[in-house]
């Protein structure tokens, strides 16, 4: 007598666990992040173009649907960067300061907190510059 051996079914494995749900949402995302560098790829194109061109397109750019496909990208990268640092403190070393380990939120908010100031500081400069 053969026995037949046991083949797990695959198919939609990461719906049984809402653990595996957020993670394959977080990595669909990848969609918009890769929309967004074709966007900044077509930017400078056209920069290089000359200023009509660029002007033309910042104008293409003003449209309901990039306007749309603007605030996607923008809650896809806030929900990237408030993932990544609520992994960072499973992947670092433990952080010791006067003998105590530092707490994981911590770690984390300190992580949103830079995170935050960079983009000010970046948005503002960019600003500056641009007047």
């Known amino acids: ?9 695959m198919g939609g494995w990461w719906r049984r666990d809402p653990y595996f749900v957020r993670y394959m949402a ?12 074709l966007l900044l790829l077509i930017s400078v194109e056209r920069l ?5 061109a660029f002007e ?3 104008e293409t750019l003003r449209g309901g649907g ?9 809650a896809t990268f806030v ?12 992947t670092m070393p433990p952080v010791e300061v006067g003998g105590h380990k530092l707490a994981s939120s911590l770690i984390t908010l300190t992580g949103l907190v830079a995170s935050l100031a960079a983009s000010v500081f970046l948005y503002l ?6 007047s």
């Open 1 to 9: 007598m053969t026995h037949r051996a046991y083949v797990r079914p």
């Open 66 to 74: 990039f306007i749309l496909l603007h605030a996607a990208i923008v």
């Open 26 to 37: 977080r990595e669909a995302t990848s969609i918009l992040v890769v929309a967004y560098a």
């Open 56 to 58: 033309d397109w910042l």
């Open 79 to 90: 929900l990237h960067t408030v993932t990544w640092f609520l992994i960072m403190p499973k």
């Open 48 to 52: 290089v173009q000359g200023r009509g």
């Open 125 to 130: 400069a960019l600003r500056a510059f641009a």
